[in-house]
């Protein structure tokens, strides 16, 4: 028979029924007491949230045997783990995953304000009894998660640029596990933001809005590289709670494109995209529904991220490799009617930003391509354009590794879409564009900004 | 039955009204033991607490009661946090009296009243306290200290036994 292992437990330790702590001092005097969070760290070690200086801290560092008693909240199957403990965790992505979770339990709890963490205690689990059996009902139906990830898998595949993989991935998520609102964000090349380039369910897309590390559980999932889930609403983690977060530390933050998400959350969850040492992004799901996302639903999209994220580099490098070999696939150049008004292009070179007739529409490095671009068309009347030339611009100043030029032009295209349809950005071959311009176009800079 | 003179009249109250009660004690190696028990009450004549609890559900805490009279016991109301810990040294092992199923009962109807809002519903309160009368044992222990629990300022307060 084979022995029963923390992965067997796993809806006991989410937290829906407090555990139970059982230490004992040098005295030989036993103390019981609740512990809100028994985390799961892997398949051999817990982590106990530690919230209190208190007689069972003081036992622990005394005698670091302990014992735990945990009930499954459904079926209310009963397990006495032996514990052993191991060592405190004050930062890093442990013990920021554990303060999400413990911020959510302590919401629904009415304790936010005593609730709060100090410490994951991790233990070794030395052995697992079953107190009584499974007499409940079987736990509720998950989703048959290994064939959704065959089908998700193969999906993204099957994606030949960045946009659609971006669009295949939500648009699967929302088919087959009916999750209803989310979005995808990438890295910014600083390593200190996010920004949005996909979203779904949203009344408007948000794309393009920008998030600073440790700003909610996107930014929390960013700067750890760990997945943040949440199954209550709390404030600590609500972005309309936040002002903004990082707004004030970063004057070039993206601040005119609102964020899209929900503004009463009960469910969040944020998925790191990172491949080897690189973090790509993070995914981002949330719902008006408790308990949207149990731990099988974490579990199977950290699967998933890997293959995003490697499929996002592949396609990265692809990209590259391929720019200077495709053939500009035949396409008719718009050619702007005359007779409308042209539209007034302004810009501003402090934070590359862009309004098209007194309307925002762009900032930072998408900005300062759209400017450049619109510079050539009217100097060289050309509006065809390449990736390569975009990156040996020293104009536009892109990093030589991982420019994330296709992100950026991704961007620029979907705001250009929402904002400003007399301006199109058409891919026109693999690494080539062309600019679709509907009306003539007048452009001003401030001092600094003549492209 | 006389009250408990050894803590206040609410907290005696409390502790009998049919909440989560979970036991600990330890093997000579210092070992901690724990489990749930169903019921809490005094004795008649107030001095001792008496717990009763599953024997099959608890062999490893029976075994170490037995062998060193060590006994922490945390009563705590779900829907508040409200929480006590009392503990005592002097823990034995003895069969069920008459009246004691009655006291689970009263103790299980309680419970399922508290938990309900919480989202967990009678079934699962039932099946929580499903057993086999011929299992369920009572320990009796003198309480030589009793804490304050509940999380937040307060805890781990020394509130008994009162003189």
Not at chain 1, 221 to 244: C, F, G, Q, V
Not at chain 1, 304 to 321: C, D, I, V, W
């Amino acid at each position: 028979m084979n022995r029963l292992t923390l992965d067997h437990i796993r809806p006991c330790l989410e937290g829906a029924v407090p555990g139970t702590l059982a230490t004992c001092d040098a005295d030989g005097t036993p103390n019981v007491s609740y512990v809100s969070q028994v985390h799961y760290v892997d398949g051999e070690h817990v982590a106990l949230s530690f919230q209190f200086f208190n007689k069972t801290r003081r036992n622990m560092q005394q005698n670091p045997q302990l014992t735990a008693y945990l009930i499954d909240p459904v079926t209310t199957a009963r397990y006495r783990l032996a514990l052993l403990y191991v060592r405190t965790e004050t930062d890093g992505a442990l013990f920021e995953n554990m303060k999400a979770r413990l911020a959510s339990i302590a919401s629904h709890t009415g304790m936010s304000d005593v609730f709060v963490l100090k410490g994951a205690d991790v233990c070794r689990v030395l052995n697992i009894e079953t107190i009584v059996c499974e007499v409940g009902p079987p736990a509720a139906n998950s989703l048959p998660w290994t064939s959704l990830l065959r089908t998700l898998c193969q999906r993204l595949a099957a994606q030949y640029d960045l946009a659609s993989l971006l669009e295949t991935t939500l648009d699967s998520l929302h088919e087959l596990t009916g999750v209803q609102q989310g979005m995808l964000l990438m890295a910014d090349e600083a390593g200190q933001k996010l920004y949005a380039l996909a979203s779904m369910g949203y009344p408007d897309s948000g794309v393009g809005t920008e998030i600073p590390y440790d700003c909610g559980v996107i930014g929390v999932a960013a700067r750890y590289r760990t997945p943040i889930r949440i199954n209550h609403m709390s404030s600590d983690y609500l972005y309309s709670e936040a002002s903004r977060c990082g707004a004030n530390a970063d004057p070039l933050l993206e601040t005119g494109i609102p964020f899209p998400g929900l503004s009463a959350p009960q469910s969040q969850l944020a998925i790191p995209l990172v491949n080897g040492q690189r973090l790509q992004g993070v995914l981002f799901l949330e719902s008006e529904q408790e308990l949207a996302f149990d731990y099988q639903f974490e579990d199977a999209l950290m699967v998933l991220s890997h293959q995003l994220a490697q499929t996002m580099a592949s396609l990265h490098n692809l990209e590259k490799s391929l720019e200077n070999s495709s053939t500009v696939q035949p396409g008719t150049a718009t050619i702007p009617d005359p007779n409308l008004p042209p539209l007034q292009v302004r810009y501003f070179s402090a934070n590359h930003s862009v309004f098209i007739d007194d309307t925002y529409l762009i900032k930072g490095v998408a900005g300062r391509i759209l400017w450049r671009l619109l510079n050539i068309a009217q100097c060289e009347d050309r509006l065809v354009f390449s990736n390569r030339e975009l990156r040996l611009d020293s104009s536009l100043g892109l990093p030589e590794i991982d420019d994330n030029l296709e992100a950026r032009l991704i961007l620029l295209r979907r705001r250009l879409q929402e904002q400003c349809p007399a301006v199109q950005i058409c891919k026109s071959g693999r690494g080539r564009f062309r600019l679709e311009l509907q009306r003539p176009f007048v452009l001003s800079a401030d001092s600094a900004g003549q492209g | 039955m006389s009250a408990p003179t050894w803590l206040s009249t609410d907290d005696a109250q409390f502790l009998t009204r049919g909440l989560s009660i979970s036991l600990a004690s330890r093997d000579l190696r210092h070992v901690p033991s724990l489990t749930r028990a169903f019921a809490c009450r005094y004795s008649d004549d107030g001095r001792q607490l008496i717990l009763i609890l599953s024997r099959s559900q608890s062999s490893d805490l029976l075994r170490d009661v037995a062998a060193c009279g060590e006994l922490a016991v945390v009563v705590t109301e779900p829907s508040t946090h409200r929480t006590l810990q009392v503990k005592g040294s002097d823990a034995i092992i003895t069969d069920l009296v008459a009246d004691d199923l009655a006291v689970v009962d009263q103790s299980r109807a309680h419970f399922g009243t508290d938990i309900l809002p919480l989202g967990f519903d009678s079934d699962f309160n039932q099946r929580l306290f499903a057993f086999d009368p011929g299992d369920l044992c009572r320990i009796l222990m003198t309480p030589t200290d009793v804490f304050q629990q509940t999380p937040g300022p307060g805890a781990g307060e020394r509130i008994g036994p009162q003189s």
